[in-house]
């Protein structure tokens, strides 16, 4: 990936800043829909919950497959793989997100400027359902996409 992730933008948001402001008008929509979102997320009070996640990026396999994310006390306490039923090493849940991260990882793809960033959103319960990131467009492989779907509460 080209781009630093400690650009300004970042170092704000690491600072708590909710959002920053941009001259790009397609990032301030994005961003814009990102915190209404997030506070619609927010506003349900949904702190334990399992959904079903995947990602597409050019890195380790296992990363890859689907997994089930299950979520209490907005901490990530198990994950699964779908395709076997085995359970994910406690060691790498550092690479899974609760649904809170998965806006962090919408709002990073804002803070470093992404050449493309698409994000959707489930229609009721508003969390992230598809994040699909290129930082720059002239470097082949750094597109990084990460999928949400079938949430239940605890």
């Known amino acids: 990936m080209s781009r630093g992730w400690l650009s300004l933008p970042a170092l704000a948001l690491l600072a708590g800043c909710s959002s920053v402001t941009y001259s790009n008008e397609r990032l301030e929509a994005i961003q814009r829909e990102l ?4 506070d619609l997320w927010k506003g349900q009070a949904i702190s334990a919950y399992d959904y079903q996640f995947a990602r597409e990026c050019l890195c380790p396999s296992d990363l890859t497959r689907p997994v089930l994310v299950s979520v209490a006390d907005s901490v990530v306490r198990a994950v699964i793989y779908v395709d076997s039923g085995t359970a994910v090493p406690a060691s790498a849940f550092s690479s899974y997100f609760t649904v ?25 319960l508003h969390y992230p359902t598809r994040i699909v990131v290129d930082q720059d467009r002239r470097i082949a492989n750094d597109e990084l996409a ?7 509460r605890q």
């Open 35 to 38: 915190n209404r979102r997030y």
């Open 100 to 124: 809170e991260g998965l806006f962090r990882q919408a709002q990073i793809g804002i803070n470093v400027l992404a050449d493309s960033l698409v994000v959707e959103y489930d229609p009721q």
């Open 146 to 152: 990460l999928f949400a779907s079938d949430l239940k």
